[in-house]
């Protein structure tokens, strides 16, 4: 992200929320302290993408977090369904046909995220998945394929930020979930960071969830959390 740009735009809410109504309220709460919002599973599956192609047109910056992983014609038309709805970013899994299929798909400006190991997982639990290779690794390895395949961004924890802009470069984007404000529960996430630490990781966008949606003042901690990224 250019450092001339809206420093709100650092910050995706993540509407992890039942309902349309539960996000509308959430999304009025916060106001003009957040920019940009991510609508996953639990939202998408319960009238959520009608709702992210509103938001998109009332000028908010959307994030369909739908995590495709398929066969690679189904990926690409898939892909190509979700460019219609106006959002900024698409996850797919960092899978190298996954990741081809999506760049084929890729229409009307929408930029393919791909996510190399979820933070809820650690080394244990990538060796449970089957996989030989530390959790800092297999991030390093996506990111690298990820880049030789033309895709626009990395999803990562905060701490491969590093190693993640070594391999794609000062024009790839960096987007970290598993982000704590200092004391907030970490939950299920197990690679975590601040948003000021993430942010001097050199990362482009945090992701934040629970510690959002589940605050007494929402929109306070949106603004606190645009702040501490800003004070870094
Ligand atoms: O793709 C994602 O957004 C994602 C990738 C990942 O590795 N870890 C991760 O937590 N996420 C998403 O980021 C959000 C984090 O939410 P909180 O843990 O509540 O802040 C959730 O919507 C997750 O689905």
């Known amino acids: 992200m250019p450092e001339s740009a809206d420093p709100r735009d650092r910050l995706i809410v993540a509407l992890d929320l039942p309902d349309v109504a539960a996000a509308e309220r959430l999304v ?8 940009f ?11 959520g993408l009608d709702f992210a192609a509103r938001l998109a047109r009332e000028g908010k910056k ?6 495709l992983h398929d066969i690679g014609n189904t990926v690409e038309e898939g892909v190509r369904s979700a460019s219609a709805l106006g959002a900024t970013f698409l996850t797919v899994h960092a899978y190298p046909q996954t990741m081809r299929a999506a760049v084929r798909g890729r229409e009307q400006g929408l930029k393919i995220l791909a996510v190399t190991v979820l933070t809820s997982y650690d080394d244990a639990d990538a060796a449970e998945a089957g996989y030989a290779l530390p959790v800092a690794d297999l991030v390093a390895r996506r990111a690298e394929q990820a880049a030789a395949i033309g895709i626009d961004g990395i999803v990562c924890a905060a701490a491969e930020a590093g190693a993640v802009r070594g391999r794609i470069g000062p024009s790839g984007l960096i987007v970290t ?18 948003p000021g630490q993430a942010r001097a990781a050199g990362i482009d966008h945090v992701v934040v969830g629970r510690p959002i949606t589940g ?14 990224m800003e004070n870094v």
């Open 28 to 35: 009025a709460r916060i106001g003009d302290a957040a920019t």
């Open 37 to 47: 919002y991510k609508i996953g599973y639990r939202l998408a599956y319960a009238g």
């Open 62 to 67: 959307t994030f369909l977090d739908l995590k």
């Open 177 to 194: 979930p598993g982000i704590r404000p200092a004391g907030a529960e970490a939950g299920d996430q197990k690679r975590v960071m601040t």
């Open 215 to 228: 605050a007494e003042d929402p929109r306070a901690v949106a603004r606190t959390i645009v702040a501490e």
